[in-house]
């Protein structure tokens, strides 16, 4: 089964995910969707110093809008942005430092965030991690899960008060297609029972949860218009540095970041995009399907009730132990 759905989503993915999958794409964007002002608007980016983040960046600050660029490294997140603020010409461009691995510091974090700044309208979780061999933290958290899943988890229902309080307030996840080939496996959330851990698998896997968690959150505050939403095969650091092989094969294949960030920018920014059902994946501005035809990965509403569960009682423990 792992060998048809792998084989199933390649051949998806030359079709779809490549730039000649954008091109094609676009044909049917509205253009008008983009022309919009977001000034007084606020706007949180994970992983905003690079790649899709960067470039979501780049648009909302060049469209008017307050950009919380959340970082972990201090020096790339503050040339960053330098260069955001210099060419969009936008001074409300600002830098928080965050490690998403670490739950204390991002529950600390949000509810920082919320006591200090009091305003947010559209939060986007970019941030993430492909990590190949199996790393655990201090606090005996397995890499990937902590930042793909947990992460965005924590920071998400951190700021959800926050968000309640705003005006057509968003949540948008970007997640991939990659996890098309996984069944949501919410036992082994730190794969601990992997014969062999696989990295691309972890992240596919997490990226799943992601799906899932966006699904219940829609469900959960209907107040806030969740999506996630795959950016296709881009060429970004993340891809170069994670899945060199992968980019070494494909690289004149690739999308460019600014086509990848295409989506997530239109999720963001244009009031098209609060007109679709909330809790959705999208992909090239359409809802897509969160499952392959025969693949066999859909879950019950009882193993992606114990996926919010589980994660629901991360919450509780990192929240009591801060």
Same mark, same amino acid.
């Given at each position: 089964?792992?060998?048809? =759905?792998?084989a199933?989503w390649?051949?998806? %993915?030359l079709?779809? +995910?490549? /730039?000649?999958?954008?091109a094609?794409a676009?044909?049917?964007?509205?253009?008008?969707?983009m022309?919009?002002?977001?000034?007084?608007?606020s706007f949180?980016?994970?992983g905003a110093n690079s %790649?899709i %983040?960067?470039c979501?960046?780049i648009a909302i600050a060049k469209? %008017?809008?307050?950009?919380?660029?959340v970082?972990r490294d201090?020096k790339?997140?503050?040339e960053?942005r330098?260069?955001i603020s210099?060419?969009?010409?936008?001074?409300?461009?600002?830098?928080?430092l965050?490690?998403?691995?670490?739950? =204390?510091?991002v529950?600390k974090?949000?509810?920082?965030?919320e /006591?200090n700044t009091? /305003?947010?309208?559209?939060?986007i979780?970019?941030a993430?991690c492909m990590?190949n061999t199996?790393?655990v933290?201090e606090?005996? *958290?397995?890499k990937?899960?902590?930042?793909?899943?947990?992460g965005t988890?924590l *920071?998400?229902?951190?700021?959800? !008060?926050?968000?309640?309080?705003s005006e057509?307030p968003r949540?948008i996840i970007v997640?991939?297609?990659?996890?098309?080939v996984?069944?949501?496996?919410?036992?082994? *959330?730190?794969?601990?029972?992997?014969?062999?851990f696989?990295?691309?698998?972890?992240?596919?896997?997490?990226k =799943?949860q992601?799906v899932?968690?966006?699904?219940q959150f829609a469900?959960s505050h209907p107040?806030i218009?969740?999506?996630?939403?795959?950016p296709?095969w881009?060429?970004?650091p993340a891809?170069r540095s994670?899945?060199?092989?992968? +980019?070494?094969?494909?690289?004149?294949?690739? =999308?460019t970041a600014?086509e990848?960030?295409?989506?997530?920018?239109?999720l963001?920014l244009? !009031?098209a995009a609060?007109k679709?059902?909330?809790?959705?994946?999208?992909?090239?501005r359409?809802?897509?399907?969160?499952h392959l035809?025969l693949?066999?990965?859909?879950?019950?509403?009882?193993e992606?009730e114990?996926?919010m569960k589980k *994660?629901?009682?991360f919450?509780t423990?990192?929240?009591?132990s801060?």
């Amino acid at each position: 089964m792992s060998f048809f =759905r792998n084989a199933i989503w390649f051949m998806k %993915g030359l079709k779809e +995910y490549t /730039k000649s999958g954008y091109a094609s794409a676009s044909k049917a964007f509205n253009a008008g969707d983009m022309e919009v002002d977001v000034t007084g608007r606020s706007f949180m980016i994970t992983g905003a110093n690079s %790649g899709i %983040g960067k470039c979501a960046a780049i648009a909302i600050a060049k469209k %008017g809008g307050t950009v919380h660029m959340v970082c972990r490294d201090s020096k790339r997140g503050e040339e960053a942005r330098a260069e955001i603020s210099e060419v969009t010409g936008n001074q409300n461009v600002h830098l928080h430092l965050l490690d998403m691995s670490q739950p =204390r510091e991002v529950i600390k974090f949000a509810s920082d965030f919320e /006591k200090n700044t009091g /305003k947010l309208n559209v939060l986007i979780n970019n941030a993430g991690c492909m990590v190949n061999t199996r790393e655990v933290a201090e606090d005996g *958290l397995e890499k990937n899960f902590a930042t793909n899943s947990l992460g965005t988890y924590l *920071l998400t229902v951190s700021l959800v !008060p926050l968000l309640s309080q705003s005006e057509d307030p968003r949540v948008i996840i970007v997640t991939s297609g990659g996890m098309l080939v996984q069944k949501l496996n919410e036992k082994d *959330l730190q794969s601990e029972k992997m014969s062999k851990f696989d990295g691309t698998m972890v992240y596919a896997q997490n990226k =799943r949860q992601q799906v899932v968690m966006t699904e219940q959150f829609a469900n959960s505050h209907p107040q806030i218009h969740f999506s996630c939403m795959h950016p296709g095969w881009a060429d970004t650091p993340a891809v170069r540095s994670a899945m060199p092989d992968f +980019y070494n094969k494909m690289k004149d294949r690739l =999308r460019t970041a600014e086509e990848g960030a295409d989506t997530l920018i239109w999720l963001a920014l244009s !009031p098209a995009a609060i007109k679709q059902p909330s809790g959705e994946f999208f992909q090239d501005r359409v809802v897509v399907a969160k499952h392959l035809p025969l693949a066999w990965t859909k879950s019950t509403s009882q193993e992606e009730e114990d996926l919010m569960k589980k *994660l629901a009682a991360f919450n509780t423990q990192f929240k009591s132990s801060s």
